[in-house]
């Protein structure tokens, strides 16, 4: 178990909704990430915030945002679905130093029907 | 900018066999670099990472890798494998910047290891 964890495990959705995924990172970890996982494209990274902050930018779509609490969780909201949004979002902590390890969530598998 | 290069997209093994995954990487700076796996329907976890000192980096699981800076390669080694060690396992690295508070870490593509009996 990394501490990590991200909800819902399942998300089933149609073109053009909304969806919110939630992460609460490892006890301590200041530093959440949001990665993509797709078959085509591997590991992407989307973005990270650190203690409430972004901190970088990846790959990652202006239809997409994401924000971190004063209590370190964290969410992505992705917008106006696309087929091709259709992916494995995965959640990771990190007390975000460059050479830290980072501690991944199970993910959230997002369908787009 | 960084990159990860896993050179085998794919490695099928027999159990109890020897099995290297390659890895590559590109940085105009020092770097850290790590291997995590992924288990079916799983996060990913880390086997093992360099940070300095020791070329050769022991992990979990009994998997080992050595950092070649003149290769600037990161292979995967593992002497002896078992059925459940099939999995995915991805390189990857970050820029080395003494510590603070925003990096990224870059992924190669993955290699899928397949054990088989």
């Known amino acids: 178990d990394s501490g990590v964890t991200q909800t819902p495990k399942h998300l089933i959705t149609a073109t053009g909704q909304r969806v919110t995924l939630r992460c609460s990172p490892r006890?301590?970890?200041?530093?959440v990430y949001w990665y993509q996982q797709s078959l085509d494209q591997g590991l992407q990274f989307l973005i990270q915030y650190y203690n409430g902050e972004e901190r970088a930018k990846g790959n990652i779509l202006e239809r997409f945002s994401a924000q971190q609490f004063p209590d370190l969780h964290s969410e992505l909201n992705l917008s106006s679905l696309e087929l091709g949004d259709s992916a494995l979002y995965f959640c990771?902590?990190?007390?975000?130093?460059?050479?830290?390890?980072?501690?991944f969530g199970n993910g959230t598998r997002l369908t787009v029907t | 900018a960084q990159s990860v290069t896993q050179l085998d997209s794919q490695v099928p093994v027999f159990e109890e066999a020897p099995v290297e995954l390659r890895c590559n990487y590109s940085?105009?700076?020092?770097?850290?670099l790590f291997w995590y796996v992924q288990y079916p329907n799983q996060g990913l976890q880390l086997l093992l990472k360099?940070?300095?000192?020791?070329?050769l980096v022991k992990g979990i699981n009994g998997f080992e890798a050595e950092f070649n800076k003149s290769q600037t390669s990161f292979h995967l080694r593992k002497p002896s494998v078992h059925i459940s060690d099939t999995a995915e396992y991805f390189c990857a690295v970050s820029e080395g910047r003494g510590g603070g508070s925003n990096y990224k870490l870059t992924f190669g593509k993955g290699t899928l290891l397949t054990v088989n009996p």
């Open positions: 360099y940070l300095s000192g020791s070329t």
């Open positions: 006890s301590g970890d200041l530093s």
């Open positions: 940085s105009s700076v020092s770097v850290y």
């Open positions: 990771a902590s990190s007390v975000a130093s460059s050479n830290s390890p980072l501690h």
